[in-house]
């Protein structure tokens, strides 16, 4: 079955291809992706798969400062000035003691400077946790498939992306991995979200036959 998948992935790189330049050439905001919503529903039409719509009802520790806005005069203190930022940590614990000091520093800053602090604090992506037991799972199942596209893994550093996985992994035992896709030619690549991020678009096909193979061997594990 395994063969007959990887096979099938092969014989369909270009339309893996054409499906993610569309997706990159038409984006959408956040929770309003009405085009991207039907395009999906529009490429799984007569696959024999069920399809709903509308669900949900509706389509170490890192602190970075995003914007700091006090405009006026720049030798002028200003009345009013404007923060705004993200936080992220590697566990629930550290997300909620870095809450918890950022509104002590605000309050701080009021009493000693005789200011009004409005502090809003929004929680948003979780961190990202990979389940050890089923991570192990993956990287055999990746190492000892007999794939000329899957060439090597490897065990990447600790990250602090916002992720929407992580929502996924907090209710379900997941294991989240990177493809690798630097451009040929090219040695030093950008990371992803970077203004100058590329991919070689090949590592589509590998993604494919990586996550064939995880499925197959789960299932098979899991008979």
């Not at 930022?85 to 997300?95: H, L």
């Not at 809450?99 to 005789?114: D, L, M, P, S, T």
């Not at 950008?190 to 990586?210: G, Q, R, S």
């Amino acid at each position: 079955m395994k063969e007959k998948l990887m096979k099938m992935l092969e014989n369909r790189k270009d339309e893996m291809i054409k499906i993610r330049r569309y997706l990159h050439e038409n984006p959408e905001l956040s929770f309003q992706e009405k085009k991207t919503s039907q395009y999906i529903v529009e490429f799984y039409k007569g696959k024999n798969v069920e399809i709903q719509t509308n669900v949900g009802g509706g389509y170490g520790i890192i602190v970075t400062i995003g914007s700091f806005d006090g405009k006026g005069t720049f030798n002028v203190i200003k009345d009013k000035v404007e923060l705004e930022g993200d936080v992220r940590g590697m566990t629930e614990e550290t997300r909620e003691l870095i809450e918890k000091e950022i509104r002590r520093i605000a309050k701080g800053i009021e009493e000693e400077f005789n200011v009004t602090c409005e502090l809003t604090y929004t929680p948003d992506y979780p961190p990202l946790y990979n389940n050890p037991e089923l991570t192990k799972m993956v990287e055999t199942a990746l190492k000892n498939t007999n794939d000329r596209d899957i060439k090597e893994v490897k065990e990447f550093p600790k990250l602090s992306p916002s992720e929407d996985f992580a929502h996924y992994a907090k209710k379900f035992p997941a294991c989240f991995f990177y493809i690798c896709c630097t451009p040929k030619g090219v040695e030093k690549p950008y990371f992803n979200h970077h203004p100058k991020f590329d991919i070689d678009e090949d590592a589509l096909l590998v993604a494919a036959k990586a996550v064939g193979t995880v499925i197959c061997d789960y299932y098979q594990i899991n008979e």
